[in-house]
């Protein structure tokens, strides 16, 4: 039969009140920084709507060019968090996809894909 050794970690165990006052995380050194470390925008710029910067006050559906750079390369429409185009755009930018998709003057899906 196997003998039951104590180590130093069977000593009396801390208890959990659930109360949420622990704080947990307090006595580690540099805790303060944790915050400013893990800011999830931390360095970024912040994006700015290629349509407002030009100027453009309309999204034409025959304007291919401009249309593709929008779309991946499955032929799927970015989303605004990557393409960094505004809400009142992106409304202007799905539609004129859709007309163009319509008169054929887009694919639906890219050609690799099929």
Same mark, same amino acid.
């Given at each position: 039969?196997?003998e039951? @050794? ?9 208890t ?7 704080? @947990?995380?307090?006595s580690t050194?540099g ?5 400013r @470390? ?7 710029q912040k994006?700015v709507?290629p349509f407002?910067r030009?100027g ?5 559906y ?5 249309l593709k750079?929008?779309l991946?390369?499955q032929g ?6 990557l ?5 009142k755009f992106q ?6 996809v ?9 694919p639906?899906?890219?050609?690799n894909?099929?």
């Amino acid at each position: 039969m196997a003998e039951i @050794i104590d180590s130093p970690l069977d000593g009396p165990r801390p208890t959990h009140t659930g109360d949420g006052d622990d704080n @947990i995380g307090a006595s580690t050194p540099g805790a303060e920084n944790l915050a400013r @470390i893990a800011a999830p925008n931390a360095g970024q710029q912040k994006l700015v709507c290629p349509f407002v910067r030009a100027g453009i006050e309309y999204i034409d559906y025959k304007d291919t060019e401009t249309l593709k750079r929008f779309l991946n390369d499955q032929g799927k429409l970015l989303p605004r968090r990557l393409s960094g185009v505004s809400a009142k755009f992106q409304r202007q930018l799905t539609t004129a996809v859709k007309r163009a998709r319509h008169v054929a003057l887009l694919p639906y899906v890219a050609d690799n894909v099929k």
